[in-house]
């Protein structure tokens, strides 16, 4: 068997890929329903947004990618919750 193919079925490599599809397709879903302005679409977001961030995260001090740089990453990520959390978002979501 080559390596190629053992690498690809590692469940290490599994769950990474389950992990990516699952995000991306309830950020999808999300999306789709952003026009309803429900309370549960903007908490939604900002779970999906915590997950991503800590996902990214593990990933990252698995592979032992771990760097100064690596929060640097997730100040964008985390801005986004901050917006979302704020009363004018709030509102916005509240009607």
């Not at 549960?40 to 995260?57: D, H, I, K, N, Q």
């Not at 997730?74 to 709030?90: D, G, H, I, W």
Request: aromatic letters at 10%; charged letters at 15%.
């Amino acid at each position: 068997m080559p390596r190629s193919s053992a690498v690809a079925f590692s469940p290490g490599y599994v769950l990474l890929l389950l992990y990516a599809v699952s995000t991306t397709a309830l950020m999808g879903w999300l999306i789709s329903r952003w026009t309803s302005r429900k309370k549960a679409v903007r908490w939604g977001a900002v779970a999906l947004e915590l997950v991503l961030s800590g996902g990214g995260l593990i990933v990252k001090a698995v592979d032992g990618d771990l760097r100064w740089t690596t929060p640097l990453g997730l100040v964008f990520r985390l801005a986004v919750v901050v917006l979302l959390l704020t009363p004018s978002a709030a509102r916005w979501f509240d009607r």
